[in-house]
């Protein structure tokens, strides 16, 4: 983790809990909340938001995300996403694969369990790469075709 980071990492958590109290999720009643670092230190927040239809549902990772790309944000240094289940919950497929698209592999990932800081673990530190080996990405869209 840079300095950076580490010195904004407490302020990155409580934002994620602080989103996840703003969660639209009358169908699953699974709240999560995420908190995006912009390379400028700002954090955006984004919170789950259901729809009756269940296919326009969209994650807090992504809710986080759009946000963050619609205000002119491009270069994030670090994301947190914590639920109400007492164990890390990490990113869903299609989130993972959003956060590919701006992040780099190595960008550290807190899962907060609901209750980090009550226990030992209750953050666990991840990467990118380790979320989504093998990852596709835009620079592959490069790539020579033959």
């Known amino acids: 983790m840079t300095a950076s980071v580490v010195s904004s990492r407490?302020?990155?958590?409580q934002a994620a809990v602080e989103a996840k109290s703003f969660a639209y999720v009358p169908y699953s009643k699974f709240r999560v909340g995420a908190a995006l670092l912009t390379e400028d230190g700002e954090i955006i927040k984004?919170?789950?938001i259901e729809n009756a239809s269940y296919?326009?549902?969209i994650c807090a990772e992504r809710t986080a995300f759009v946000k963050a790309v619609s205000e002119g944000h491009r270069k994030f240094v670090a994301l947190a996403v914590t639920t109400d289940v007492a164990s890390p919950i990490a990113p869903c497929g299609m989130c993972r694969?959003?956060?590919r698209e701006f992040c780099p592999?190595?960008?550290p990932i807190l899962l907060a369990a609901?209750?980090?800081?009550?226990k030992e673990g209750g953050v666990?530190?991840?990467t990118l790469e380790e979320l989504l080996p093998f990852s596709f990405g835009p620079?592959?869209?490069?790539?020579d075709r033959g």
């Open 10 to 13: 407490d302020r990155l958590l």
């Open 105 to 107: 592999l190595d960008m």
């Open 124 to 126: 666990r530190e991840s």
């Open 97 to 99: 694969q959003v956060i």
């Open 46 to 48: 984004g919170s789950n």
């Open 55 to 57: 296919g326009g549902t």
């Open 114 to 118: 609901s209750s980090y800081l009550e």
């Open 139 to 143: 620079e592959d869209l490069e790539r």
